[in-house]
């Protein structure tokens, strides 16, 4: 079984579009987590971290679920800049990082 | 600017030779990776590092080799035993500790080819 599940789509979405991802991790001693974003053909950048009591930034939404084992983000009024993979990362003791295959989004106009 | 590179960005390798990959961080983490990318996957984990003259193998360890001889540097040799090394490579960093949510942070890559 895979440390990290993520549905890879496409998501193909129009601009101003609510848009929401989910993720599985397998470990249930699983410390951290995070939603990072990648761009074609360039390196994962940190979109944010996920908490255990939920968090946002901007239009972005991350929520934990512990018990499930599920971490989701929520992209609202979507833009165009919002194109791009969303990878989901957990980290496990040790300071070892999973990585889900990535999420595709893309923002139609 | 704290930050990680690599170089080079692009590298092209005959069959049978071995090729060097540069990672260099200046953030004073001490945790350093290195990844690989293929089309359509995740990030898949070669090796890591969390101190100076100390290594662990990750999960596609075969075939690549690296040091870790300064905190800042944790270059990665492809070597002619690797039998698919067509793929971009992803150095990463991050510090360690008692603090939870120490993110990682990435270089820009190298994209490897073998003709």
């Known amino acids: 079984r895979k440390e990290v599940e993520q549905d890879p789509g496409p998501f193909n979405v129009p601009e101003g579009a609510t848009v929401a991802f989910n993720c599985t991790y397998s470990?249930?001693?699983?410390?951290?987590f995070f939603w990072y974003r990648q761009d074609c053909r360039k390196e994962p950048k940190l979109l944010m971290s996920?908490?255990?009591s939920g968090n946002e930034d901007g239009r972005f939404t991350a929520q934990l679920n512990r018990a499930s084992q599920y971490i989701s983000l929520l992209i609202r009024d979507s833009k165009l800049s919002d194109s791009a993979t969303y990878l989901c990362?957990?980290?496990?003791?040790?300071?070892?990082?999973?990585f889900g295959t990535g999420t595709s989004l893309t923002v139609i106009p | 600017d704290g930050g990680i590179t690599q170089s080079p960005k692009y590298l092209f390798r005959k069959e049978g030779q071995n090729v060097t990959l540069s990672c260099e961080q200046n953030?004073?983490?001490?945790?350093m990776y290195w990844y690989r990318q293929d089309p359509g996957q995740g990030l898949r984990l070669i090796y890591y590092?969390?101190?100076?003259?100390?290594?662990q193998k990750g999960d596609i360890a075969e075939g690549y080799s690296v040091s870790r001889e300064k905190k800042e540097s944790f270059p990665l040799t492809v070597t002619s035993a690797q039998k698919n090394p067509t793929a971009f490579y992803l150095c990463?960093?991050?510090?360690?500790?008692?603090?939870?949510?120490?993110?990682?942070?990435f270089g820009p890559g190298t994209r490897l080819t073998v003709l």
């Open positions: 990463a960093s991050s510090a360690l500790g008692l603090v939870y949510y120490n993110e990682q942070f």
């Open positions: 470990n249930s001693a699983s410390q951290s």
């Open positions: 996920v908490y255990s």
């Open positions: 990362v957990v980290m496990n003791t040790g300071n070892q990082f999973y």
């Open positions: 953030l004073n983490h001490d945790a």
């Open positions: 590092s969390q101190i100076v003259n100390d290594f």
